[in-house]
């Protein structure tokens, strides 16, 4: 009888320190939420919700501290109504040209396609007060001209890309082809030389385009001609007109002038007679 009671309380004993376990574990106020890992074809969901991002390398020592309290924080992330991620800027080297992430590990907060760095304490607990408390509206928002949606981002988005492809490229030249290392430099270099080249090309058949030099600038005096020649017979009549009357107000001056010097000289003459005629008397 004493046995039967010991396995009847035993039997009601292990679920009890189950449901024990459970009520006072970690996880018995916030709710496990899995980390969404974002690539570059997907960090679009970003722009709509409210975001955590974590900026990671595997390598990093400071990343991989942080690991367990990130896991952690994500368990909140139902309660909180938040959304929990991660990048791997190793495998998505366009994200971290479009978040400009110059130290590891980065951490973004993002809520309705507003971008804020944080700069706070990285535990679980500083991370729950920074959204439960709303002190993400203290940071001050990244400016649309370097926000990850920005032209200016996407270009650096595309750079970075185009590195880890060099990169890649290189790689497979040295391992899995066998080239020499100097080869390798060599191919990229005469790449490098031949886009120059074209690119080149099309900027001065673009600028000859928009703007083409003196020689090859119609005169405008033809088409006025070819368009308007009865306007051009109008202004010819004019300055013959007008020249002309030049001529004629010449040939008036001419006369006038010629007039005043005759009559100038007849006063002299007769002035002549009339000083002798005083001088006789005086005498």
């Avoid at 929990?84 to 998505?92: C, F, G, L, P, S």
Wanted: glycine share 6%.
């Amino acid at each position: 009888m004493a046995a039967s009671v010991r396995r009847c309380a035993v039997a009601w004993l292990v679920p009890a320190a189950g449901l024990l376990a459970l009520l006072t574990g970690p996880g018995a106020l916030g709710k496990r939420s899995e980390v969404t890992v974002l690539t570059d074809g997907t960090w679009r969901q970003l722009l709509q919700g409210e975001w955590m991002i974590e900026f990671y390398a595997p390598w990093c020592p400071a990343c991989q501290n942080l690991q367990p309290e990130w896991e952690k924080f994500a368990e909140w992330g139902e309660d909180l109504e938040i959304n929990i991620a991660k990048v791997d800027v190793t495998e998505q080297p366009g994200l971290s040209g479009r978040f400009v992430i110059t130290a590891l590990p980065t951490i973004y907060h993002c809520k309705d396609g507003e971008f804020r760095r944080y700069q706070g304490q990285r535990t679980k607990n500083d991370f729950i007060s920074f959204i439960s408390d709303q002190e993400w509206k203290s940071v001050e928002p990244v400016s649309s001209w370097f926000g990850p949606c920005s032209v200016l981002m996407s270009s650096m988005s595309a750079l970075f890309q185009l590195s880890m492809w060099i990169r890649n490229c290189h790689n497979y030249f040295t391992e899995n082809v066998g080239m020499p290392v100097w080869g390798s430099y060599a191919i990229f270099a005469l790449a490098t030389l031949f886009s120059g080249l074209i690119l080149g090309l099309i900027m001065v058949f673009l600028a000859d385009c928009l703007c083409p030099s003196k020689r090859h600038r119609p005169q405008q005096h033809h088409y006025q001609k070819k368009l308007a020649p009865e306007s051009a017979r109008l202004l010819k009549k004019l300055d013959e007109e007008q020249e002309a009357d030049e001529e004629d107000l010449s040939d008036d001056e001419a006369e006038d002038k010629e007039l005043a010097d005759r009559n100038s000289s007849t006063n002299a003459v007769r002035q002549r007679p009339v000083n002798l005629a005083a001088a006789t008397d005086k005498s």
